[in-house]
């Protein structure tokens, strides 16, 4: 199986720039459909976007479509969200997320595997 880190959260002004990284181990994640998902306080862990085990196919969340950008190095096993024009909405303890399944899923059900999240705040 798959272990996760994430990094890379913090503060942030509405306007700026993030990367966040998300490590893996154990496994390769060419062997998964790889996932980013957040949770605001009170708010149940939303899609943000996914990258397929090929590298081919990403999917983005509405929200995030145009500022946001999934990448992944094999060769360093890391997947990272590039997260531009940052808004106050933004807020939220970002996740990463592996799914063996290829689903290809926007529902956080289908992730096996999840990191221990990453805080980022977007402030005014």
């Known amino acids: 199986q798959v272990q996760l880190e994430e990094s890379g959260g913090g503060l942030v002004q509405a306007g700026g720039s993030l990367r966040l990284s998300c490590a893996a181990s154990g496994r390769g994640i060419s062997d998964y459909d790889m996932g980013w998902f957040r949770q605001a306080p009170g708010n149940e862990r939303e899609f943000v976007t996914l990258?397929?085990?090929?590298?081919?196919?990403?999917k983005y969340a509405d929200s995030v479509k145009g500022r946001f950008t999934i990448s992944r190095d094999t060769a360093k096993n890391t997947v990272y969200l590039q997260m531009n024009r940052l808004q106050v909405e933004d807020t939220a303890v970002y996740y990463c997320?592996?799914?063996?399944?290829?689903?290809?899923?926007?529902?956080?059900?289908?992730?096996?595997?999840w990191g221990q999240g990453t805080q980022v705040t977007v402030s005014s």
């Open positions: 990258i397929s085990r090929s590298g081919i196919t990403t």
């Open positions: 997320a592996a799914d063996a399944h290829n689903s290809r899923a926007r529902a956080s059900s289908a992730y096996e595997y």
